[in-house]
């Protein structure tokens, strides 16, 4: 019990059930404990006044046992209250020097904490007697009652109280094998044992004995003069059923079954629930696991596509490219030296030639590229809420988070699901797209100006490029005034051209590269950003699931083995005190 107990509390068992354990090794030290449970006005108090002689517990039609009475022995006192709702009764019968016996409220009484009271008292019992009546055997709530106690695994002895007020003995015998016939279909039991008794009628004759003994006079009216047993009253065998139940070896076999059983009943109900416990957090791994390949898919799927932006700006540079080649053969030629000398008409054309509106469709490509992975990374949040939202449902209609849970386990999982379903729900809520296109954006232009030396932060995109654009024309424009007027000559013109062209594209490339290699890498940077933000919400949550799946394993291992100790224990305990040996 105590390795149970151990074991338990590391995989963050049941409160109540590890506060049953506790109980439980204390338990093992008291006496044998008799429980009587049935329910209100079937006669418990009075079997057990009968069992006594003596009128020790009231009687009548009304409950009148409202709380837990355990009778032990020593004189003869008022109640004694030892706890809530329990009251102590001392008695001198030699019986009660080896066990107690223990009344309780019965099993359909009004208040429900009276029922509450009997089904927390039964685990203790090492031998439960159940009183049920002939006029009304095995109510719908007795047959309730009586599956609780099986839970336990009780040792069960059925007394069927008032055969005195039977219309005929053919009664006994149908309720009989009514009783028999439910115990065994639907309780799973073995043939049941039964005893019909009259336990007002055995506790008149047990009086009225005693008294004729002692000579007390019993003239009067008083019942307890009457002392003939009805011929089907059985409580005589009872008396002796009971006796030779309690002597030493079969008291020693029950009591030691009690605790086993209870032990058995606590193992199999906390492995169904750590099993439970454990396909909840499969489940919440399955969801995790899902999330990380939606972020692995996108992730894929954002690299793969976003070529095809990098391939249009090559387009865009490229169809620039050949404009420039057409405007260097048709513009560089010594009829037009006198345009070439103007430096503000010569720039003026090759913007209006060459470049054209190239910036304005760089600028919206990169637009472009921002709205779809600003697009993408709302959906793929979405995408995760809903993937949350919908497993949320599932445990909650599973009952795998309840509002008020009783473990650890549910305690840290509630809170750690909320942190993980929180900050996406925020950032869904937070998510302004074109505030993020516009920082990606402003990013993107001050990568661009710092890497082609344009001091032009005022400027849109678009401005920054057509500066780059126009000192690439200024510098070729520059160098071929330069060569015009320093060497003269038809054959030198050509060669020249042929110069600038290839200085053009070499520069063109170079832009074609420096784009490409900015795109490429600012596009890694948000797309980073935004998988390291989703994997900070799922990282803590899934460590803490590694760590219970963990926990639960080993706690199932530790538990399915005492399982099978607890099983040899009993079969230990039956071997060695055999019944009625």
């Avoid at 008149?204 to 047993?229: H, I, M």
């Avoid at 054309?349 to 637009?367: K, L, Y």
């Avoid at 988070?401 to 999982?413: I, K, S, V």
């Avoid at 063109?508 to 998988?531: M, W």
């Amino acid at each position: 019990m105590l390795r149970v107990r151990d074991a338990l509390a590391r995989a963050d068992g049941s409160r109540a059930d590890l506060d049953r354990l506790a109980s439980l090794v204390g338990e093992m030290d008291e006496l044998f404990l008799l429980v009587v449970v049935g329910e209100y006005n079937s006669g418990k108090s009075t079997f057990i006044n009968a069992l006594l002689g003596d009128e020790v517990f009231a009687m009548g039609d009304l409950p009148t046992t409202r709380a837990i009475s355990i009778l032990r022995y020593g004189e003869a006192a008022p109640p004694e209250a030892i706890g809530d709702n329990t009251y102590l009764y001392q008695y001198p019968l030699d019986l009660l020097r080896d066990l107690h016996i223990v009344d309780t409220p019965g099993t359909n009484s009004i208040e429900r904490m009276e029922e509450a009271l009997t089904r927390e008292f039964v685990p203790r019992a090492d031998l439960v007697l159940f009183v049920t009546s002939l006029l009304q055997p095995l109510t719908a709530s007795e047959l309730d009652f009586l599956a609780h106690i099986r839970e336990w695994g009780k040792k069960v002895v059925f007394i069927v109280n008032g055969v005195d007020r039977r219309n005929s003995d053919e009664q006994i015998d149908r309720v009989r094998e009514y009783l028999t016939r439910e115990i065994q279909t639907r309780l799973g039991a073995a043939t049941p044992t039964l005893y019909f008794i009259s336990a007002l009628q055995s506790l008149r004759t047990k009086v009225g004995a005693r008294r004729g003994a002692s000579g007390q006079a019993s003239s009067d009216a008083s019942p307890v003069a009457v002392v003939e047993l009805d011929p089907r009253n059985q409580y005589p065998g009872l008396g002796r059923y009971v006796l030779k139940t309690l002597r030493e070896t079969d008291r020693v076999r029950l009591k030691l079954l009690t605790p086993l059983g209870v032990l058995r009943n606590l193992l199999k109900r906390n492995v169904a629930a750590l099993d439970s416990r454990l396909v909840v957090v499969h489940e919440d791994a399955r969801v995790l696991t899902s999330i990380r390949a939606q972020l692995e898919a996108y992730s894929k799927e954002m690299r793969t596509d976003a070529e095809r932006y990098l391939l249009e700006v090559r387009n865009v540079l490229y169809e620039m490219e050949r404009r420039g080649r057409s405007w260097f053969e048709r513009t560089i030629r010594i009829g037009n030296v006198n345009f070439l000398r103007n430096r503000d008409a010569v720039e003026n054309r090759f913007r209006a030639d060459v470049v054209q509106d190239s910036p304005q469709a760089i600028e919206g490509v990169v637009h472009r590229m921002v709205d779809w992975t600003v697009q993408r990374n709302l959906k793929l949040w979405s995408s995760v809420f809903a993937e949350l939202d919908a497993h949320t449902a599932r445990l909650r209609e599973s009952g795998a988070l309840a509002p008020h849970g009783d473990t650890e386990f549910q305690y840290n999982r509630e809170e750690l699901f909320a942190r993980l379903r929180e900050p996406v729900e925020r950032r869904l809520g937070e998510f302004d797209t074109e505030r993020e296109a516009r920082q990606i954006v402003d990013s993107v232009k001050e990568a661009v100006t710092a890497a082609l030396g344009v001091n032009v932060l005022a400027l849109g995109l678009g401005g920054v490029l057509v500066a780059a654009f126009t000192t690439a024309a200024l510098d070729v424009t520059g160098v071929l005034t330069a060569t015009i007027f320093a060497i003269a000559g038809w054959l030198i013109i050509p060669a020249r051209r042929r110069k600038l062209v290839a200085e053009f594209e070499a520069k063109i490339e170079k832009l074609n590269e420096d784009l490409a290699t900015l795109l490429s890498t600012k596009f890694e940077e948000q797309l980073t950003r935004y998988e390291r933000q989703l994997l900070e919400v799922v990282a803590p949550y899934e460590r803490f699931l590694e760590t219970e799946r963990a926990k639960l394993e080993s706690g199932l291992e530790e538990l399915r083995q005492a399982e099978r100790e607890v099983a040899a224990l009993e079969q230990r305990v039956v071997e060695t005190f055999p019944e009625g040996g």
